[in-house]
């Protein structure tokens, strides 16, 4: 028989005015199992408490039951009384005569005898409750941060300065991401590779950070604290270790004329080349899709010119392993794809801007390049089809941003501000030139934001019409961009030299492979799924696993360096301690009976399923059967639910614990 | 507040430890008040709360049911909820075809925000059981002679559908030659131990290239033998060939998705078959096995005619719950809990069946109606999305009772809300264990 | 002396014992193709065309197949046990088969011969069981070859013979002469057939299955005659001398029923230890326990077989296992 303690709290007259506490401790006395029951004008209280343990050990129980208020409220506080009186916290439940009785209901007999009933299914679970303990799990303190952009560097440097070893992948050549080939940034205009390339260079050479560019994660195994990571370092043809960045290769290679990822297609970079001049690393890279040799066994002028010796044609593919218990991921984001991209599938997004037919109609990333002083104009603005400098230029925001019928529905926050600062480096450059916005709403929500858009419109003079572009179209090299200004209620028809569409923000390619990597949520649109939107921001759903940056929603960078900031943060409080301690009211799989239909796997929202093959002492195969990794479980229960044969179960809602609660109801 | 015959009905509400259970808390900080009828059962998630949950609160009494959980996309646990909602989704056409009132199972989204909905919602349900008195329709509180005695209405109600439909044709000796020949093929090479096949007088299993002359194909060849794969004894004599039909075929697909079986350790003799007399064979299109490795004979057969797949279940859902709940109530009264629906069935493979299970004891192991009732749902609920349709369990329960209806009922159900039919397409993704955002839920409030 | 009785005066009959509360039992047909022992609500449910062999036996009128025995309520620091103790109504059983009816005289023993099982004899007690002699018979019948035959008294109270359209009517026992007064001669009949086209043919020598049995406990002829066998209870329940039975406590953490449910040693479950061992661990093993038990054990006991040759067991069973086909094997020399 158990030795339950049943302890009815008044919560003063909160539950004592409508529940009759004398009569439920009388009615508990009786119950099975309980061996005393008392009521006590305030149960949270010291000399609530001081009751609680006293009994405990007085009467040698092995269970209490706490009738007060929400276990949301104090289950916590119940728990720690109960433990520093010897008893297995997990030996004690509430019964909720508050919240859930006394404060809702008038009918003081009826009020009563629900209390009693609410008593009755504490005491029969509490009967069934098993003694846990807190699960721990070893924590590898060693970070991975997947993306070498703002967000990745900043997140890679802040846990490295922490003074914890850091993985940094980049699937580029070099570290920089699209913030490296930005011009200026708003709303202060400062030049953006002045701001970043410190970081990059600070993040290439840190003792504790480990660089893997060119390189690309491959498989994830493990879980938190445990992770084991696979980087395919893709072939690069060069060696690393010999190469001195020194750029002859570059200068020799006789295919110059191959369009720059770096520049988006602006300018050209031959088939050996170092992405921008302040790559980090400072090392080339061979484009197997172009380079002579390797496509025809032709030309190897670089490798004859190169004086270490560093160009090897043989390289190949090579699988890195890393052993890390946190991940970071800030994979960024792409522009949508004007005219070709459909991801709603209902038409092609605004084929009628002729994208990709009218070499003067650009986006914005591109007019970044252009306008950039490292660009391939060296920051001379010069239209792509003849060079010329555009005396005008039409900016078109929300280029597939909320857009329902042609795009995507959602804001992509930032295009505002880089178009009114866009605005304004054309103006300063062509003073004379005529800067025309269209745009649908301005938001420009941040600190200074406002007043530089203003001071886009008001100082610098760039004419902002509120309305759509419906259709552009060429005449003679000039082009004409029929839209409406809705505020004046005229069509406005404006012709010009240049075009540049604001293009929605999209998360990376590959970000839903990545995210089945690692277990991870994306929504609707690729970008990934924080943990909760508001108080989880950083978190995933995955233990152990960050995001940070524009792979999580579009965002500029001020927010996504605050991000990855945070992240760290996350990062590093979860390294401050060798063993990561988890709530043990988790599931658990009882292999002796686990029939191996894996239904368990297939729902687990936290793919924490393993299959596990038991083995008779000579290695001979007994059975396969489920196992719960008790690092990912977050107690769920819904593997229970699943299991036809209830070789499941969940801690703290235990099988018995359930039924019991249910029959005490009858 | 109580009705007018003073019946003050009994709620048991299952909800979340996160949404609904933390919504119930704020209308007791708001000083909502509501009817004290209603118990609260806190579990973690909507995705814990198990259908055999609900049916043990209606036997323990209840006279509504409440089920309550984060609205979607609010789960704690991600997709708890979602998996919930397509679980509730096949256990109310369950219930629904069983007869039980529907009007006293409820199921609603409430957030930790809402106490006033908890508010109107308990208040709502309380009212309306009350009016519609104790729940005495479900037969736990039906009063049925507990000491036992042969139980049971003598005649049931039709179930309105078409009798069993005739083999289109014989099946031909010269397939019976050609399955002979090969099992002597496949045994000599020493590719099996052991071809399962039919016999003269029940399944056999020939070990001997010598005895082939034992299998026999006829219009006696009901039986679904790939439940044999699952049993020990069977396993033992090592790599087996079986003979299927094209509708015992597909009871592999499921096997192997479910990881009992891999199918290279199974060699799988398709059998060509025009019907074998049953009443599933009316609505077959699966006359020509698909995914056997080897292949007798060719059926004569058209397809079958899938618009008369499930007339059986709108046949019983043309008659009131009432009737329903009658004719069930009957079935279920002649089981004697033999378990040969279950030792009969390929899907069900679990090495303690939870009926066996006694602590806690989910199922009443005693056959009478509610322990009857609490095993033939769980049963109906462990195939939705699985069976096959073999219909074993039917044919092999001695007391005749109807239980391909359960299982067509859910089979149903998956095919219209999901587009899923069991077995049939190795590359589908089964119902349970997954979920969409696009699942309907118009019975959640 | 016998004495006869029409068909309309016997449904009449059954009439009266329904109108006077009895409960009648009786062969009914469920749906198309399953007949069974049921209660009947009325006289013209009573399948009297025909021979039928109902998928069940009566042996649920003396041995449910779930009897609750006594209740019990848990009390703060004991359990107080409730009597449920009834009434047993007078029932009858109408138109049983001879085969039927035997199994009640073995049962009649296993429930006496040590511990005196007052919850059967209540029930045997309020029993009465009027035979129908088989008119037919079919394939999976073989009452001749254990002893018995489609005109055996054992275990009846009364036997009607068919005859000329209606019923020639004996009292066998003291119950049965009371129920039908004076309906029922008292001698056999006189154009009793011992053998004819009602009797089944001799099919097994059941001594020789004992044998067999006894000398071949370890054969693996069991293991391979059981292959097929998925370990249902369909033979068991469905046979009318099996009398296996597992007790349960059903009820909440408060109160319930302590009650005495069917059990088959067909199921694994019912040798399985809590330590996990089985000393019946497979199928054939189960198997052979059940013709052990029917040919050996029991006759060893009360000298007579646990098997009435009614047939249900390969009847019912899904694969076409049972005792027929084994017997057969091993019973033939």
């Known amino acids: 028989m158990s030795r339950i303690g049943v302890f009815v709290c008044w919560c003063g007259e909160n539950i004592a005015r409508t529940v009759d506490v004398d009569q439920v401790a009388e009615a508990c006395g009786e119950m099975p199992g309980v061996r005393c029951a008392q009521n006590y004008k305030y149960m949270c209280a010291d000399p609530g408490q001081a009751m609680i343990r006293e009994k405990i050990a007085s009467e040698r129980l092995d269970a209490v039951v706490v009738a007060s208020c929400s276990p949301h409220m104090h289950l916590k506080t119940f728990r720690r009384a109960a433990a520093a009186a010897g008893l297995n916290p997990y030996r004690l439940e509430m019964a909720n005569i508050r919240e859930q009785c006394s404060w809702v209901h008038h009918d003081k007999d009826r009020a009563t005898e629900k209390a009693i009933g609410i008593v009755r299914t504490a005491v029969a679970k509490v009967r069934y409750n098993h003694a846990l303990s807190p699960i721990r799990v070893p924590m590898t303190r060693r970070a991975m941060v997947i993306g070498g952009g703002v967000a990745g560097i900043q997140a890679a440097l802040d846990i490295a300065d922490a003074g914890y070893e850091v993985v940094l992948v980049e699937r580029e050549p070099s570290i920089g991401g699209k913030m490296a080939g930005l011009s200026e940034t708003f709303p202060t205009l400062d030049c953006s590779q002045c701001i970043l390339t410190p970081r990059m260079v600070e993040a290439g050479q840190h003792p504790r950070i480990k660089l893997y560019t060119y390189s690309e994660l491959e498989s994830v195994s493990g879980f938190v604290g445990n992770f084991e990571a696979t980087i395919r370092k893709k072939t690069r043809y060069v060696d690393m270790a010999k190469c001195t960045g020194c750029g002859e290769c570059q200068k020799i290679c006789p295919l110059k004329r191959n369009p720059s990822e770096f520049d988006f297609g602006m300018g050209m970079r031959p088939a050996i080349f170092m992405p921008f001049p302040q790559a980090v690393p400072a090392r080339p890279v061979i484009d197997k899709k172009v380079c002579a040799k390797i496509v025809r066994n032709g030309c190897g002028l670089c490798e004859k010119k190169c004086a270490p010796g560093a160009i090897n044609f043989k390289d190949q593919d090579e699988l890195a392993t890393e052993r890390v218990g946190a991940i970071v991921v800030a994979t960024g984001y792409k522009l949508y794809s004007i005219g070709r991209e459909q991801p709603s599938a209902k038409t092609t997004g605004y084929g009628e801007y002729g994208y990709g037919k009218y070499k003067d109609v650009i986006d914005s990333l591109q007019f970044e390049r252009l306008i950039s002083a490292s660009g391939p104009t060296n920051g001379e603005l010069k239209r792509p089809s003849d060079g010329k400098i555009p005396q005008s230029v039409v900016f078109i925001a929300c280029v597939g941003s909320r857009d329902n019928a042609k795009g995507l529905p959602y804001c992509s926050k930032i295009c505002c501000m880089y178009t009114a600062k866009h605005t304004m480096l054309y103006k300063h450059k062509v003073h004379s030139g005529e800067a025309h916005v269209f745009y649908m709403d301005i938001r420009a929500g941040g600190k200074g934001y406002d007043e530089f858009v203003r001071r886009a419109i008001e100082k610098d003079g760039a004419k902002y019409y509120r309305g759509r572009v419906s259709k552009i179209t060429e005449e003679n090299g000039k082009l004409i961009v029929r839209g409406a200004d809705t505020l004046a209620g005229v069509p406005v028809t404006v012709e010009t030299d240049l075009v540049v569409l604001a293009s929605a923000m999209r998360p990376a390619d590959g970000v839903e492979r990545l995210a089945q990597k690692l277990n991870i949520g994306c929504d609707e649109f690729g970008f990934l799924m924080e943990s909760h939107p508001k108080l989880r921001p950083v978190e995933t759903n995955t233990a152990g696993v960050y995001v940070c940056g524009a792979c999580q929603a579009p965002k500029d960078i001020p927010e996504s360096v605050a991000q990855a900031s945070a992240a760290a943060s996350k990062v590093m409080i979860s390294f401050s301690a060798s063993e990561l301690t988890r709530e043990p009211e988790i599931a658990r799989i009882d292999e002796q009976t686990c029939a191996a239909c894996f239904a368990c796997e297939r729902t687990c929202p936290y793919h924490a399923i393993e299959r596990v093959e038991l083995r008779a002492r000579n290695g001979d195969l007994i059975k396969r059967a489920a196992r719960v990794n008790q690092g990912l479980c977050m107690g769920c229960g819904t593997c229970v639910s699943v299991c036809p044969s209830k070789s499941a179960d969940s801690e703290g809602f235990t099988e018995e614990e359930v039924y019991a609660m249910v029959e005490a109801l009858a | 507040m109580s009705g007018s015959n003073g019946f003050e009905p009994k709620i048991v509400a299952f909800v979340c430890n996160w949404c609904t259970y933390l919504g119930a808390d704020l209308a007791g900080t708001s000083r909502l008040e509501y009817p004290p009828n209603v118990r609260i059962l806190r579990l973690p998630c909507t995705g814990r709360i198990d259908t055999n949950l609900v049916v043990k609160a209606v036997e323990g009494g209840a006279d509504a049911v409440l089920v309550s959980g984060c609205h979607p996309g609010d789960c704690h646990y991600n997709a708890g909820n979602y998996h919930a909602r397509r679980r509730w989704m096949l256990f109310r056409e369950l219930l629904d075809v069983l007869g039980f009132d529907m009007r006293r199972i409820h199921f609603t989204w409430i957030s930790a925000a809402e106490g006033r909905k908890f508010q109107h919602v308990i208040s709502e349900i309380t009212e309306q059981t009350r009016a519609l008195g104790p729940w005495r329709a479900y037969e736990a509180k039906a009063e049925i002679d507990h000491r036992g005695g042969l139980v049971g209405q003598a005649v049931s109600p039709a179930t309105g559908r078409a009798g069993p439909a005739p083999a289109l044709q014989a099946p031909a000796p010269l397939a019976e030659q050609e399955l002979r020949d090969l099992a002597r093929r496949l045994l000599g090479a020493g590719d099996v131990k052991v071809v399962i096949g039919y016999g003269a007088a029940g399944p056999v299993f020939v070990t001997k290239a010598a005895d082939v002359e034992r299998l026999v194909w006829n219009e006696g060849c009901q039986a679904n033998l790939t439940t044999y794969l699952k049993r020990k004894e069977v396993r033992a004599l090592g790599k087996p060939a079986v003979v299927v039909k094209g509708c015992d075929e597909r009871s592999l697909v499921v096997l192997e998705k479910e990881s009992q079986i891999r199918r290279e350790d199974v060699r799988v003799i398709g059998m060509a078959c025009d019907g074998m007399g049953q009443e599933k064979c009316a609505a077959c299109d699966t006359h020509e096995p698909r995914f056997a490795d080897e292949r007798v004979g060719k059926a004569g057969g058209q397809g079958g005619k899938p618009a008369a797949r499930y007339a059986a279940v709108e046949a019983i859902l043309a008659k009131t719950p009432e009737e329903r709940l009658a004719f069930w109530s009957a079935e279920f009264d002649r089981c004697l809990k033999c378990y040969a629906c279950r030792q009969v069935c390929p899907m069900c493979y679990c090495e303690r069946c939870i009926a066996d299970k006694n602590r806690p004891q989910a199922i009443d192991t005693s056959p009478h109606r509610k322990g009857n009732f609490a095993w033939h749902i769980a049963r109906a609920m462990h195939l939705a999305g699985r069976c096959v349709g073999c219909d074993e369990c039917t044919r092999a329960c001695p007391a005749g009772i109807d239980l391909r209806l359960l299982n067509l009922t859910l089979a149903r159900a998956a095919e219209t809300q999901f587009g899923y039919r069991a077995g049939m397409d190795p590359a589908a993704e089964p119902p349970i264990g997954a979920y969409s955002l696009q699942d309907k839920e118009e019975f959640i409030r | ?333």
């Open chain 3, 1 to 333: 002396m016998s004495a006869r009785i029409s068909r309309e005066d016997l449904r009449k009959l059954v009439a009266e014992w329904l109108a006077a509360g009895k409960k009648v039992f009786g062969p009914v047909r469920v749906k198309a193709g399953l007949e069974l022992y049921a209660p009947l609500d009325s006289a013209e449910a009573l399948l009297l065309d025909g021979w039928i062999r109902p998928a069940n036996s009566i042996k649920e009128l003396v041995f449910p197949r779930h009897e609750a025995l006594y209740g019990y309520r848990i009390l703060k620091n004991r359990v107080e046990l409730v009597d449920l103790a009834a009434e047993i109504p007078e029932q009858i059983a109408i138109g049983a088969h001879p085969c039927d009816a035997a199994a009640l005289a073995a049962l009649d023993k296993v429930f006496n011969w040590d511990y005196r099982d007052e919850f059967y004899n209540r029930r045997r007690a309020a029993t009465t069981v009027i035979t129908m002699a088989c008119a037919a018979h079919d394939d999976q019948c073989f009452c001749t070859s254990v002893g018995l035959g489609p005109e055996a008294e054992r275990g009846s109270d009364a036997l009607l013979h068919e005859r000329d359209g209606g019923y020639e009517v004996r009292a066998i026992s003291e119950k049965g002469r009371i129920l039908l007064g004076g309906l029922a001669g008292e001698t056999a009949c006189p154009t009793a057939q011992t053998s004819g086209a009602n009797t089944p043919p001799r099919r097994f020598d059941s001594a020789q299955v004992a044998a067999f049995a006894k000398e071949h406990f370890e054969d693996p002829y069991w293991a391979e005659r059981a292959l097929a066998c998925l370990g249902c209870g369909a033979c068991t329940f469905t046979c009318p001398a099996c009398h296996c039975f597992d007790m349960v406590d059903e009820g909440n953490g408060r109160e319930g029923v302590r009650a005495r449910n069917w059990d088959a040693c067909q199921f694994p479950m019912f040798t399985l230890h809590a330590s996990g061992h089985n000393p019946r661990a497979n199928q054939g093993a189960r198997q052979r326990q059940r013709i052990y038990h029917k040919f050996v054990m029991y006759p060893d006991k009360f000298g007579e077989v646990l098997c009435t040759g009614c047939g249900n067991c390969s009847r019912n069973c899904p694969v076409g296992l049972g005792v027929l086909p084994a017997a057969t094997e091993i019973g033939n020399g």
